[in-house]
């Protein structure tokens, strides 16, 4: 399921949280403090600030009127941001407007293509999210229901085994070598995809079953709603106790994902994604010579953002992990730098997991799996 986004919003409030908590590092600021030497994979910077990350002609000036922002590739209709003795006040030429004043805390309204977007920050009130996005007057939702392909724990259900285009991403550890043809469908982030939340913001939020409806309040969602059910499964999940030999962490923010992964593996790491040239339909991909293994101690710290209102990412680390990268070339000439990860310890699945239906094997048997896009490996230098 894909929720409806609030792109712009995130991207301001990590300047509003900046602006009015100085001292606390941005989410980029943070990964370059604790990881110097590590580059930033684009799954991560995809999701920092989607709506963003191809603007040029940034402007900052700081005088006797606080501070002020202008990012928009030096054309009217970019973003404005005004810090001074009125709190902060934030326009966007697509609609959106943010204001932070003193008790009134931080109100924000972009007004959309699908119905607009309301958030409010302030009074001891927390963070509200109200969203119009949709398609076709409803959400997009893929993969709804506590069934994602790549926790261990669950079974396939019979549509997933049919209509999952994640069932393609499996396949045995024999067949990584090149000359291979897999039959894939990568897709690219899209700009309306979950962004991340400056921690102390998404620690501001309730994340627990016993709080749910708190989270529905915060975030503006019908209890009723398909989006409600995708909230509850993603928290059920994150609260359910990993399978033998599995450590788990599901990370609110990208600050509690470096956290989490470098207590595991320690800082001298490398954070690999897939990254694809351009967007197509399913087709033929070739393994293409330069199959690399990237871990030496077969363990890793995998991570898979979840259907949730901002990006929050299923982490787990197991010590019989091996990942990869692995050059795929399309039928149609496009390019995939694809990540990969083989479990050679499968044990522990539920037997009638999504991996043992589609390759015909029993559990224990070594099971490979690629990345989509938006996904991350964690591995030691």
Request: positive net charge; aromatic residues 8%.
């Amino acid at each position: 399921m894909d929720f409806p986004l609030l792109l712009p919003i995130f991207a301001i409030l990590n300047l509003v949280v900046g602006a009015t908590h100085g001292g606390a590092l941005s989410p980029e600021l943070y990964w370059k403090s604790v990881l110097p030497t590590t580059p930033m994979p684009k799954a991560i910077t995809n999701i920092l600030h989607p709506d963003w990350r191809e603007e040029k002609g940034t402007y900052v000036g700081v005088g006797k009127g606080g501070v002020n922002v202008q990012a928009g590739k030096g054309k009217p209709g970019g973003t404005a941001v005004n810090v001074g003795h009125g709190g902060v006040n934030v326009n966007t030429g697509k609609g959106t407007n943010v204001n932070v004043g003193g008790k009134g805390g931080v109100s924000v309204h972009a007004p959309g293509k699908h119905g607009g977007t309301n958030v409010n920050v302030g009074g001891g009130r927390g963070v509200s999210v109200n969203t119009g996005h949709g398609h076709k007057g409803k959400p997009v939702y893929v993969g709804v229901g506590p069934n994602s392909p790549f926790i261990y724990r669950y079974a396939a259900s019979e549509t997933q085994l049919h209509d999952d285009p994640n069932v393609a991403l499996f396949f045995l550890q024999k067949d990584l070598h090149p000359g291979t043809k897999f039959n894939l469908h990568f897709t690219k982030t899209t700009d309306d995809a979950a962004a991340f939340l400056p921690r102390q913001v998404a620690d501001s939020l309730p994340f627990s079953s016993n709080k749910v409806e708190d989270v529905f309040s915060k975030l503006s969602v019908d209890p009723q709603s398909d989006e409600a059910n995708a909230i509850k499964n993603t928290i059920k999940e994150c609260e359910e106790p990993g399978i033998k030999g599995e450590e788990k962490y599901c990370a609110t923010s990208l600050e509690s994902m470096v956290d989490f992964s470098t207590s595991k593996l320690g800082k001298n790491i490398d954070v690999v994604s897939t990254e694809i040239s351009k967007e197509t339909k399913l087709q033929s991909y070739n393994v293409a010579p330069g199959v690399k293994k990237i871990n030496h101690e077969n363990k890793a710290v995998v991570c898979h953002k979840q259907n949730y209102p901002y990006a929050l990412f299923y982490c787990h680390k197991t010590e019989t992990t091996m990942a990869f990268k692995v050059p795929l070339e399309g039928a149609d000439g496009s390019r995939v730098k694809a990540a990969a990860v083989c479990h050679t310890d499968t044990s522990g699945w539920n037997p009638k997991h999504l991996a043992f239906q589609v390759l015909k094997v029993k559990p224990g048997t070594p099971v490979c799996h690629f990345l989509p896009e938006d996904h991350v490996v964690w591995v030691s230098k």
